[in-house]
């Protein structure tokens, strides 16, 4: 599986921007997908992420600012932030869960995105 992730970039604190992330077509299917991010210095940590159901899991940091969404007929998800604050500047990194199917058993495995910078100034 690969992912494309696009829409980071450059706002102003208080500002908004839109992330989306696209899995490609595989024999793996996928479930939960979402987003970490990464900033200068620390570990990477979960934003956010939602089930095929569409049940979502936030960080404290971010509930009430980002929104996320799915779109399962085109393996895509998205990460609306408002509201954004210095603190929120990292590299985003979107993220899916994927299981294979054989006659041998289950095989998962967690796929990344290459990665998005997203800069708030103050």
């Known amino acids: 599986v690969q992912l494309q992730a696009s829409g980071g970039g450059l706002v102003q604190a208080g500002g908004s921007l839109r992330l989306s992330c696209t899995a490609s077509?595989?024999?793996?299917?996928?479930?939960?997908m979402g987003w970490y991010h990464q900033a200068p210095g620390k570990q990477r940590e979960l934003v956010a992420e939602?089930?095929?159901?569409?049940?979502?899991n936030y960080a404290g940091s971010v509930k009430g600012r980002f929104t996320i969404s799915r779109d399962n007929a085109k393996n895509t998800v998205y990460l609306q932030m408002n509201s954004l604050k210095f603190e929120d500047t990292a590299v985003y990194y979107c993220?899916?869960?994927?299981?294979?199917?054989?006659?041998?058993?289950?095989?998962?495995?967690?796929?990344w995105g290459q990665g998005t910078q997203v800069t708030v100034s103050s």
């Open positions: 939602i089930t095929t159901a569409g049940s979502t």
């Open positions: 077509e595989s024999d793996f299917r996928i479930n939960t």
């Open positions: 993220f899916a869960n994927g299981n294979r199917y054989t006659d041998y058993g289950v095989t998962a495995q967690k796929f």
